[in-house]
């Protein structure tokens, strides 16, 4: 994304206190200094930032790697869930976008909700966390909090106790790095 100001509007209209953005550190426009503003980058810095930031993959390979903070599922499957029980992971993120779910015929939505049970039931037992995102590409696709709700509860996730985890593991992430300030 090579301008943040559309975000930053999107985040203000929606009355947003965070919203994570896809960020090239090449950008012309500088993300430096922009509060609830959370840059999701393809690989770690080389150097200290003035912006937070989360390292993003969707490679399934990343599940081990210490430089990757959140792997994206593209594909929800038994073959994804095998091999995450079997990937030694610690305080990751696996986000999976709801998007897809939307689409989805009943059995294969019946089939997709027990594997996110089962995906969150393996990250509160190893340290992880379940990231549930709308995966929407425009405001038309974005998903209500009510929903993401009736879905964690489906689930058999509270609510209260999936949002204070999520938080409280995005805080965790962002004060592990190294920031710069200016004196």
């Not at 301008?3 to 090449?26: C, H, M, S, V, W």
């Not at 430096?32 to 390292?55: H, Q």
């Not at 091999?83 to 989805?104: D, F």
Request: charged content about 25%; proline content about 3%; aromatic content about 8%.
């Amino acid at each position: 994304m090579g301008d943040i100001q559309p975000a930053l509007r999107f985040k203000d209209l929606l009355g947003l206190k965070t919203i994570g953005i896809e960020y090239n550190t090449g950008s012309r426009d500088s993300a430096d200094g922009e509060t609830g503003v959370i840059c999701l980058l393809k690989r770690k810095p080389l150097t200290s930032t003035k912006f937070p930031y989360l390292v993003v993959s969707d490679n399934y390979d990343d599940l081990v790697s210490k430089d990757v903070d959140l792997v994206e599922i593209t594909a929800i499957d038994q073959r994804f869930y095998e091999r995450l029980r079997n990937t030694p992971t610690k305080k990751l993120g696996i986000e999976i976008a709801v998007r897809k779910l939307r689409s989805a015929d009943g059995q294969k939505l019946a089939k997709n909700i027990s594997l996110i049970k089962s995906i969150h039931n393996f990250t509160e037992r190893y340290g992880n966390q379940l990231v549930l995102t709308s995966g929407a590409s425009s405001i038309f696709e974005m998903v209500s909090g009510r929903c993401f709700d009736a879905l964690l509860e489906l689930c058999d996730v509270k609510p209260k106790t999936y949002w204070d985890s999520l938080n409280n593991w995005l805080e965790h992430k962002i004060s592990m790095r190294c920031y710069t300030c200016d004196t």
